[in-house]
């Protein structure tokens, strides 16, 4: 089931509201019925037993019914019920109205049984109109006669149709005003959870100390958000500690590196060494100087993380920091046949000249190792819409598109087979972005292959 809790909730009470109120209008209608009935009924018998004292005192204390037009019936209100006097043969002897009915209400059989038991019963006739009629029949007290009294059902029918009408009528405008009732305390019932999912949603790695807020009172909501709170608790120490990990083995490791680079140097110092020994000591300097770089790259990553890493802004001109790149990396761009140029007028930024030195020279330094003997690289200064940027242009292989989204990910390496000679950890890129978003700005890239990519660090206005 896709559907959300607060619609499924819904549609649960909605039906057993709708069974709910579907079982009542049947108890309301059919109760209703029977006291309707049972209503005609007691009149019948009242009426039935008014008769039967009309006709015992019709003549003097006997029992008489010869004169059928001057009718005893008469005297009993004829608008009430109709009654009638049946012989035992059923043949009308007496009836209620102005104009004397010969036809009996209920067949000859009916007047037979009812002599026969001399018990009163009820039933249910239809006239030739096909209106309907309850009717009673009971026998004359001390006589072989019948007294049949019968009123019609058409007032009570009528009256169940406005029930009918009303339950028909109250029932779906009760479940119409219930759903929004219901929609309306779902929606209130629920959004404290929908407040926890959207601030739950905003919790990473970068936002720890967060924790969603935990609603008033001790009910399973509140229970799920303490639940929550002490899961990112758990989360947070384990992150942190983590980090700490981190940050204090490259810390460590940075001291016995120095010391291992200096008797690497010290040892490569010797003229006496054989020059297998020389190539042995050199390539082992070469690889505790990509350690030291890693350990310092992880160093920095860690501080960031930690939060404890602060910037020392000041005012500064970034095509003079640019230059101050290019002028230290002249031997390794040298070495590797690029030329290296700086271009664009003095742009003026409040940054900490340290850490972009070391973003710019990761740059940089990608753009000359990356692009291979006979390129250009160039580092652009600019300040488009007041926005001062840096960008580093080369004409090197480029970036596949699909590596593109990945490239500033930790330890991320487009092709490590390409890469190896590079000597590259995949670190350098997430380390620009970090510092270039620590000053409020944002790291864009822009590759083709072949044609060459461009990296631009924008920064705030000042
Ligand atoms: P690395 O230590 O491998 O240089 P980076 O994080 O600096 O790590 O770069 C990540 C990957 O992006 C590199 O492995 C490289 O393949 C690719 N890359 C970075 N800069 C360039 C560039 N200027 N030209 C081509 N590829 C590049």
């Known amino acids: 089931m896709t559907l959300p809790l607060k619609t499924r909730l819904m549609l649960l009470y909605l039906t057993t509201f709708a069974l709910i109120i579907c079982a009542w209008s049947v108890f309301v209608v059919v109760l209703v019925r029977a006291d309707l009935y049972a209503g005609i009924d007691r009149a019948l018998d009242s009426r039935a037993s008014q008769v039967a004292l009309a006709l015992g005192t019709s003549a003097k204390g006997e029992v008489e019914f010869q004169n059928i037009t001057g009718s005893t019936l008469v005297g009993v209100a004829p608008t009430e019920a109709t009654a009638q006097l049946l012989s035992s043969g059923g043949a009308v002897l007496e009836s209620s109205g102005e104009t004397m009915s010969l036809k009996p209400i209920l067949p000859p059989s009916d007047v037979a049984q009812a002599l026969q038991t001399g018990k009163a019963s009820f039933h249910t006739v239809a006239d030739s109109t096909g209106e309907k009629f309850r009717v009673l029949m009971v026998r004359l007290p001390q006589t072989d006669r019948v007294i049949v009294v019968g009123m019609t059902t058409e007032n009570a029918a009528a009256s169940l149709q406005r029930v009918i009408f009303m339950m028909l009528l109250s029932g779906p405008l009760a479940l119409l005003l219930a759903s929004v009732a219901g929609w309306m305390l779902s929606r209130r019932a629920l959004a404290p959870v929908a407040r926890m999912t959207s601030i739950a949603d905003g919790i990473g790695i970068e936002a720890l100390g967060e924790r969603v807020p935990v609603p008033v009172g001790h009910d399973e909501i509140s229970a799920l958000a303490r639940t929550l709170n002490r899961m990112l608790d758990r989360l947070e120490t384990g992150v942190r500690a983590k980090r700490r990990l981190v940050a204090d083995a490259s810390h460590e490791l940075q001291t016995p590196l120095a010391v291992m680079r200096t008797e690497f140097d010290v040892s490569l110092s010797s003229p006496t060494l054989p020059p297998e020994a020389v190539e042995v000591l050199e390539s082992a300097r070469e690889e505790a100087d990509r350690m030291a770089r890693i350990v310092r790259n992880l160093l920095t990553l ?33 070495e590797s046949s690029v030329s290296v140029t700086v271009s664009g007028d003095p742009v003026e930024a409040s940054v900490d000249p340290e850490y972009l030195r070391v973003a710019l020279v ?101």
Request: negative net charge; hydrophobic residues 40%; contains cysteine.
């Open 362 to 462: 990761n740059l940089v330094e990608n753009a000359v190792k990356y692009s291979g003997a006979g390129s250009t690289v160039t580092v652009e200064t600019a300040a488009a819409d007041g926005e001062p940027s840096l960008s580093v242009v080369d004409d090197g292989p480029g970036i596949p598109e699909e590596a593109l989204p990945h490239i500033f990910d930790r330890f991320y390496r487009v092709d490590s087979s390409r890469n190896q000679a590079s000597g590259g950890s995949g670190l350098g890129l997430a380390i620009t972005c970090e510092i270039v978003e620590a000053h409020g700005g944002r790291l864009d890239v822009e590759s083709r292959v072949p044609g060459g990519t461009r990296f631009t660090a924008v920064f705030p206005r000042a």
């Open 302 to 334: 860690a501080r960031f993380d930690e939060g404890t890493l602060r910037l020392l802004r000041t005012p500064t001109d970034l095509r003079e920091l640019a230059a101050e790149v290019v002028e230290s990396l002249s031997v390794l761009a040298q």
